[in-house]
């Protein structure tokens, strides 16, 4: 059974820093474009940022845009996501999640795999 295991998370301050790290494992993690998704209480899920499996293309989300960076190292099975200058907004729980197909979706329905999640807190 595949899995996958975000970490990182946390409780930090507005105007701080995280890495939140999805660790893969019972796939071959360099034929999935991966993802990173969040949702609030009481929203919807939110397309974050993606990565596609050689790491040559990445997109973000407008709200994190020069904020957040997504990488991936795929001899580590695990990928990444450094976010910087956090906001209150930035508030949720964060998901990553796992794409058989060379550059990724940025809706999560097309995703094959997901995560557990880890919760974000930024406090104001």
């Known amino acids: 059974q595949v899995l996958l295991v975000e970490s990182g998370g946390g409780l930090v301050q507005a105007g701080g820093s995280l890495r939140l790290s999805c660790t893969a494992s019972?796939?071959?993690?360099?034929?999935?474009?991966m993802g990173w998704f969040r949702q609030a209480p009481g929203k919807e899920r939110d397309f974050v940022a993606a990565?596609?499996?050689?790491?040559?293309?990445?997109y973000y989300a407008d709200s994190v845009k020069g904020r957040f960076t997504i990488s991936r190292d795929n001899a580590k099975n695990t990928m990444y996501l450094q976010m910087n200058s956090l906001k209150p907004e930035d508030t949720a729980v964060y998901y990553c999640?796992?794409?058989?197909?060379?550059?990724?979706?940025?809706?999560?329905?097309?995703?094959?795999?997901w995560g557990q999640g880890t919760q974000v807190t930024v406090s104001s």
């Open positions: 990565i596609s499996r050689s790491a040559t293309r990445t």
């Open positions: 019972r796939l071959t993690f360099s034929s999935y474009a």
């Open positions: 999640a796992a794409d058989l197909t060379p550059l990724p979706s940025l809706r999560g329905n097309d995703y094959d795999y």
